[in-house]
């Protein structure tokens, strides 16, 4: 990526708490208060990545009937 292209994106991204531009010692934020109402947002669990969770119960005792060894946990 060239000079000149950074400076563009740069210029034109947006802070994802109040869409301001971005300040380049916050990147990706505009200030340290959208970087710490983010970081709180985190803290509290108002982010999250779903996730699919599997039924270990099922496994181990398939693996216990096959002879095969119960996975660790």
């Known amino acids: 990526m060239s000079q000149g292209e950074l400076k ?22 505009c200030s340290q208060r959208c970087a710490d109402i983010d970081l709180g947002r985190w803290m509290t669990g108002a982010y999250a990545v779903p996730a699919e969770e599997e039924d270990l119960d099922e496994e181990t005792t398939s693996q216990t009937r096959e002879g095969g060894a119960a996975p660790r946990s």
């Open 8 to 29: 563009t994106r740069t210029a034109t991204s947006r802070c994802p708490i109040c869409g301001a531009p971005t300040a380049p010692a916050f990147r990706p934020f």
